[in-house]
């Protein structure tokens, strides 16, 4: 069964910036439109970036400009570089498939306090 591992959380500053990388255990990610995805506690999971097979990509109004989704095929693997980070963006983030087929991985957390 196919296996998501997202990494590269933790805490930063207001203004700082973080590398997300997601890793998938088979050649999925090479195949398929990939999204990164984000959700606090007590809220639904909510979509934030895509990058198609081809290499195009589309963002929420949320994190437009200031994230920036992009793909290793030959590594199975997905990154977000978030660049200057609120507190809003606080969550727990995820890959997928856009739309979200594959059993959701652990997720990794974004903490964006002072």
């Known amino acids: 069964q196919e296996q998501l591992v997202e990494s590269g959380g933790g805490l930063v500053q207001p203004g700082g910036s973080l590398r997300l990388s997601c890793a998938a255990s088979r050649s999925s990610i090479s195949i398929s439109a990939m999204g990164w995805y984000r959700q606090a506690p007590g809220k639904q999971r909510e979509w934030v970036a895509l990058?198609?097979?081809?290499?195009?990509?589309n963002y929420a109004d949320s994190v437009k400009g200031r994230f920036t989704i992009s793909r290793d095929n030959a590594k199975n693997t997905v990154y977000l570089q978030m660049d200057n980070l609120k507190p809003d963006d606080t969550d727990v983030y995820y890959c997928?498939?856009?739309?979200?087929?594959?059993?959701w991985g652990q997720g990794t957390q974004v903490t964006v306090s002072s």
């Open positions: 990058i198609s097979r081809s290499g195009g990509t």
């Open positions: 997928n498939t856009r739309p979200a087929v594959l059993p």
